[in-house]
């Protein structure tokens, strides 16, 4: 399935739930879309350059009926980009100090907590990296082994790997893509008694993973009136660093308060001022394809 159905989710009682949002034609066409088109052929490896490779490159082949189906759909405040193969979402800045929890949410959410507000819907961000040819997995559960002793067993998120970007302007007016560990620092507030004392490996421990993000999809609600919810769009957790198990995308293993999820900050003096318009890159990571700022590897 292309989007996960579950009735519980890790941990339980972190997920909070807003208001019920109602369901629009739109909305369950999006949902059904990509279940009902041939899947995009993701862009094939690079391989090594050669003195007889000065021929052009091929394009990357697209279905006609995605082809026309992708021209034509309209997703609101989102760009699917067959030229790079990302999925580009407006967005807007929400955040230069503090504590995370996210990396992006939906408007009046989780703004205090998330380094930008995204302006779109969370499923047909969902749905957009689908005609990608993303496959989602499922976010981090907990199934239960005793109901009566209340034992249970945690069950990591999965999905296809991608990575995440923020595209805005510098000062000189040009556009530059960065991937989103720029913008995050260990923060000062946990210190960690273990932490290495060595001035060299203790600045290492500062950054933020540059591993990719998992498309983990979220879940679907049981049908309620003959329709299904989409958890996503009611709670605003697209991309998170903590654990809430009802998230688009999140990180590749299960983070709680207790196991240091808080302790990441936004570092505000490389991002430009709250509310200036970010665009929100996702882009699906290929089978062998190197992580950003590294080299690939030498054969």
Known sequence: MTFRTATACYPPHSVRFL????SSPLAC???TLPLLLPAAEPPAAAKPATADAAAPKPARQLSPELKLAMEKLKLPGIKINTELWTVDVDSRL???EGLLELIACTKDTKEHESIIVVDAIPSHIHTALLLLG??????ATQRVID???GRYVSIPPSGNPVDVFLVFKDDMGVENQHPISDFITRSD????????SDPKEAENAKKFT??????????LLPPENGVRKYVCDETGDVISISTFGNELLCMSDIHGHENGALAWQVQGDKLPPVDSKIILRLKPRMKDQP?????PPAK
């Open 291 to 295: 992580a950003p700022g590294t080299q």
């Open 189 to 196: 507030h946990n210190h960690d008694p273990s932490a290495p």
């Open 210 to 219: 540059t591993d990719p993000f998992l498309f983990a999809g979220s879940i």
């Open 147 to 149: 109901q009566a002793q």
């Open 19 to 22: 208001p019920r949002m109602k």
């Open 29 to 31: 066409l999006l949902l």
């Open 94 to 96: 929400c955040l230069r």
């Open 134 to 139: 993303t496959r989602p997995g499922s976010p």
